[in-house]
């Protein structure tokens, strides 16, 4: 590994940094104490500007390099947490009761930081370095919410990078897939309105806890029967809530889950069939089903380019043999690919020890992985805006 050297000086800081936030979690939107931190290091390292509130609880900086360039480079991390209660052991463990730092964010956090520490101490680029701390990724539209609020108008970009942990047991190992990346995904809830009765006397009643059940059932088909065998759609329902009592049969019912996808076409499809199935349930029952589907997430797409150059800097960092550039897509989403709508980048992986996946109440991420990838983050900028 060759971590840059004001990066590696500064590990016991970010780990601190880092056993800090993971310590006291905030569900997206609400990251005050985390955006608080943030701005008060990064005055701290020096950075030219800070700029705090954009997207609710963001914040976004820049470092002017040695350069008169006009280029710009942004650098991205996400900071909010889960509504999990963590089960790690860890003796930095969240303090928050059912909130926890499940998905890495907080060391995503720690290593932009870190990128922050470098690049203002020594400059060695010609332009500007964009930070940008982001709120709520976690399917609440953080990106989404800066973006209206005039993230690249007030702070223009030419291109765009981020990061993300992967607890695969592979310290350091860099991994990108061009293209399509990370499924888009949407998000639905369906309300069904029958007519309660007591339980002893279920013909009174239009019963909408099993019609909830043969409602979930049918929606199964969807991908086996109407998406083609060699597209990629999932459809999982995640809740199904109904009823409070023993001896009460349920007068609504509510399902709810996610549809993952990589072509619009496919989205459409499915999104057409579940509210078909609605409707045709509505009707054979009797009964009101709403069907509320929401895009949450666009499809994330890593520019060609910019990926070879992301790997570049890596190569840099952990060398070539710890790459991985045809790493395959995946089925989950990230509110990152929203800015890459707007602002061509590419978004890659760092691997790391731990092997419990992202989101479980026992996910514990590798504290080593942290200047490991400060410094990729910090080597892209030192890419893209070398000096003369």
Known sequence: MNILPIIADSQPELEALFRDFHAHPEIG???????????QKLRDYGVDEVHEGLGKTGVVALIRGKGQGNRRVGLRADM??????????????????????????????????GAAKHLAATRDFDGTAVLVFQPAEEGLGGARQMLAEGLFEKFPCDEIFGIHNVPNGQP???????GQAMAGAAFLDIHIKGKGSHAARPNESRD?????????????????RNIPADEVLVLSLTQLHAGAAYNVIPETAHIAGTIRYFKDEMY????????????????????????????????????????????????????EENLNRHAAPVTGSE?????????????????HAGTMPLHNPEYRLDPSVLPIGASVMARVVEKRLPLG
């Not at 939107?29 to 701005?39: K, N, P, W």
């Not at 350091?172 to 061009?178: D, E, H, R, T, W």
């Not at 509110?335 to 691997?351: E, K, Q």
């Open 29 to 39: 939107f609400t990251e005050v104490r985390t955006s608080g931190i943030v701005a």
């Open 172 to 178: 350091g190992k860099v991994g990108i897939c061009k």
């Open 80 to 113: 909010d947490a889960l509504p999990i209660q963590e089960a790690s052991g860890l003796d930095y463990a969240s303090q928050t009761p059912g909130v926890m730092h499940a998905c890495g964010h907080d060391s995503h956090t720690t290593m932009l930081l």
């Open 335 to 351: 509110d990152f690919a929203d800015m890459l709508r707007v602002v061509p980048g590419a978004y890659c992986t760092v691997g």
């Open 208 to 224: 909408a806890l099993i019609i909830a059940a043969s409602l979930a059932a049918e929606i199964q088909t969807i991908h086996s």
């Open 268 to 319: 459409e499809l499915a999104a057409e069939r579940l509210q078909k199935l609605c409707d045709g349930f509505a009707l054979a029952h009797d009964v009101e089903v709403v069907l509320d589907l929401r895009n949450v997430f666009d499809v994330l797409v890593n520019d060609d380019e910019l990926s070879d150059v992301y790997m570049a800097a890596a190569a840099d960092i952990v060398g």
